[in-house]
């Protein structure tokens, strides 16, 4: 393809693809809802001291949908256990609605968990597999202060957040998760999300462990539930292409530094550091040759 | 929960070692009801070989009956005639022989097989005045012809005569019967009729009633050191592993430090400083319990550093749930498995340190009960090894220890084979 083609390409994409993104939409007049200020997480083994996440500032807007995007070992993870809470920084501080973050004992993590919730990559390892389904759904209505409610309400409101998913609640009951497939275990933690309603959810990967054609419905899902209850998303990932598919921002991470952030259609469309440009030449493309030699490399190792 | 206990029943390793311990544990149980004795309870003196003993004022008490057995002379002869009497008697025959020359010895020793022939030849040639005058060499003096006599008494006065007259009830009830030296009695009926299959100890006590009643005392001090081993160790490594940092370190220091010093030696040093008069059965479990516990809690603070960090943990932490909740519902559960091979393990070794420790005298203190190294010790003390030759004394006690431990850990493997699949060939 020419550039001139290219270039056409590129306005015909952003005309149609309204998949996730609210691409008008400017979030920076919204709220902050989780931002950070040189937050940095280093790990010591032996001698060894691995930077895992060096000094990162970022602002995420309420109701925007972020993706993070970066390979495997620049920091993601770390990055989204620290927000998470379940990883304290080294340095730097996390705000929380604008207010440094406080979770230094157990009543207040407890408070901040009702407002920042995951869903992990691997749905295999993320249920204990001891206990049943309906556990896992009923957690989350007493940890959203509903544990004094009549049974009948209870199943009412795990069988509204199974059909939000697909799923039949009345099947469901008294399986254990391993009993379902990838997909649906994926769906039943979206289900988890949808009763506790946090104001931030962070996905992390939720679509690299499944197949292709479920991947799709996942995010449908997903993107519905944003919708609906307005609630910021944090999508980590390592396929750029999806970011841009879904995202408002894009935030791209390398050897864990942001090297560059900001509107998806800017970040993606026209990259300016190196990283993103081999990010971005690394995504095979249906109807282009994927010529290998035009990829650097080196970029980014 | 259902499948995974077929699975381990249908690992034939676990299921032999099960009926094993099964077995042994049924009999603990069942015994003491059908033998009800109490197992320190002295029957005689010294170490008896096995077999049915009966009171020799009862049998001769007991209504004699006339058996006539066509071996029961030779029988009783071979019994009665010990190998300094058949030496003495072909002594006399070589002797007649070198005298006179008419004795045909070809043939003749002090085997059991060939004692008739040996008797048949006595009777042929003593003859009381022949020996008095002929005064063959080595038997010229009255004392040694007298032994002759004795020894010829011996052999011709063992089927027949009166052993003794036996007077039954009193005033006009009286019965009175003979009692001949062939008759028989009905061990049945004797009063006082014992059977020990396994002999008695050094101090006369009934080897397999004590052996049974060790035995289980023996699998208490076991089941205590293994639980307070497991509780130990499992609490340790399950705080070290999942709370991590100074707590890590400060229990993982105490853990290094029982690691470097031997236990074995350690439980010697702390056993000997408690002094005999405190080492009760419980003592002596507890000592060896809080000894043993370390390998459990390194191992069990590996998995759980392993599992810590799982996203199921992450969720549980997302869900609020409380420290306690974490490890007992999301970590407990994934390691229950290892927790019960490691406790099956420790169960094993606490019986062999109790055995050990008691072989070297430091077992607990022995005038209540029984324990399987105590018995060891028991024997060892009184030459059942040595002098006494009492096998039934001390290898039953081996056997018992091999068992309990070798079936212990054949249950080991096989719950391993079926928790780990890639063990299974």
């Known amino acids: 393809m020419k550039t001139e083609e290219i270039a056409v390409a590129r306005e015909d994409t952003r005309e149609s693809v309204t998949f996730g993104a609210d691409r008008n939409k400017d979030f920076s007049k919204e709220p902050l809802c989780l931002s950070g200020r040189g937050v940095t997480r280093v790990f010591h083994t032996g001698k060894t001291t691995t930077v895992a996440v060096d000094h990162v500032d970022f602002d995420f807007h309420h109701g925007e949908l972020i993706s993070i995007v970066g390979e495997s070992g620049s920091g993601k993870t770390t990055l989204s256990k620290m927000l998470l809470g379940l990883l304290e920084p080294t340095e730097g501080q996390i705000f929380f609605h604008g207010q440094p973050r406080d979770i230094s004992t157990n009543a207040k993590k407890k408070e901040y968990w009702k407002g920042i919730q995951a869903i992990f990559q691997d749905p295999f390892s993320s249920y204990n597999v001891f206990h049943k389904i309906d556990s896992v759904l009923l957690d989350c209505i007493n940890m959203r202060g509903g544990k004094s409610l009549p049974r009948e309400k209870k199943v009412e409101m795990m069988t509204e957040a199974c059909s939000f998913v697909n799923l039949k609640f009345a099947e469901l009951t008294n399986k254990y998760p391993f009993e379902l497939s990838g997909g649906q275990m994926q769906r039943l933690m979206i289900a988890r999300i949808f009763l506790l309603k946090p104001d931030i959810l962070l996905a992390d990967e939720p679509t690299s462990m499944i197949d292709a054609c479920s991947r799709a419905t996942i995010l449908d899902m997903l993107l519905n539930l944003r919708n609906e209850t307005g609630m910021t998303v944090i999508f980590i990932t390592h396929d750029i292409g999806l970011a841009y598919y879904i995202s408002d921002s894009v935030y791209i991470m390398e050897h864990g530094k942001f090297v560059e952030s900001g509107k998806a259609d800017k970040v993606i469309l026209e990259p300016q550091a190196p990283y993103t440009k081999r990010l971005i030449s690394d995504v095979p493309k249906i109807h282009e040759p994927w010529d290998l030699s035009t990829v650097d490399l080196t970029a980014g190792n | ?425």
Request: hydrophobic share 45%.
């Open chain 2, 1 to 425: 929960m259902k499948s995974t206990l077929r699975n381990v029943f249908h690992s034939p390793r676990f299921l032999v070692g099960f009926i094993i311990f099964s077995i042994i544990l049924l009999t603990v149980l069942i015994y003491p009801y059908f033998i009800p004795r109490d197992p320190l309870q002295s029957l005689g003196k010294g170490f008896l070989s096995p077999g049915t003993y009966v009171s020799v004022y009862d049998a001769n008490n007991t209504d004699p009956y006339r058996v006539e057995l066509p071996e029961a002379d030779a029988k009783r002869l071979e019994a009665s005639l010990p190998a300094s009497d058949r030496v003495t008697m072909i002594e006399f025959l070589t002797a007649k022989n070198e005298a006179k020359g008419d004795v045909d010895l070809t043939g003749i020793d002090v085997s059991d097989e060939n004692l008739d022939a040996l008797i048949e030849l006595w009777r042929s040639n003593y003859d009381e005045q022949d020996v008095r005058k002929s005064k063959y060499p080595g038997f010229s003096t009255m004392a040694q012809r007298n032994g002759l006599k004795r020894l010829d008494r011996k052999i011709n006065g063992s089927s027949a005569g009166l052993v003794m007259t036996v007077t039954r009830g009193e005033g006009e009830d009286a019965v009175t019967t003979t009692v001949n030296g062939s008759d028989y009695v009905k061990v049945s009926e004797v009063s006082n009729a014992i059977t020990l299959p396994l002999g008695t100890d050094n101090f006369g006590r009934d080897t397999l009633t004590e052996l049974v009643k060790a035995t289980g005392v023996s699998l208490i001090i076991g089941l205590i050191a293994g639980t307070v081993a497991t509780l130990l160790g499992l609490t340790v490594g399950l705080l070290a592993g999942y709370v991590g940092g100074w707590l890590d370190d400060t229990l993982m220091f105490i853990a290094n430090l029982f690691t470097v010093i031997p236990g074995f030696v350690l439980l010697i040093l702390i056993y000997f400083s408690i002094g005999q008069a405190a080492r009760g059965i419980t003592t002596c479990a507890l000592v060896i319990g809080c000894t043993s516990w370390v390998w459990t809690a390194r191992s069990v603070r590996s998995q759980v550093i392993s599992l810590r960090n799982r996203d199921h943990v992450n969720l549980s932490k997302l869900s609020g749930h409380s420290l306690f909740r974490i490890i007992t519902t999301d970590i407990l559960p994934y390691i229950a498995s290892y927790v019960v091979m490691a406790f099956i393990l420790q169960v094993s070794s606490g019986i062999l340190a109790e055995a050990q420790l008691s072989l070297l005298g430091l077992g607990p203190r022995t005038t209540e009960l029984p324990t399987l190294g105590l018995m060891m010790n028991w024997a060892k003390l009184f030459g059942a090894y040595t002098s006494s030759n009492a096998w039934w004394a001390y290898f039953p006690v081996i056997l018992v220890i091999a068992l309990i431990s070798f079936s212990l850990n054949l249950m080991n493997t096989g719950l391993d084979q079926v928790f780990n699949p890639t063990l299974r060939d």
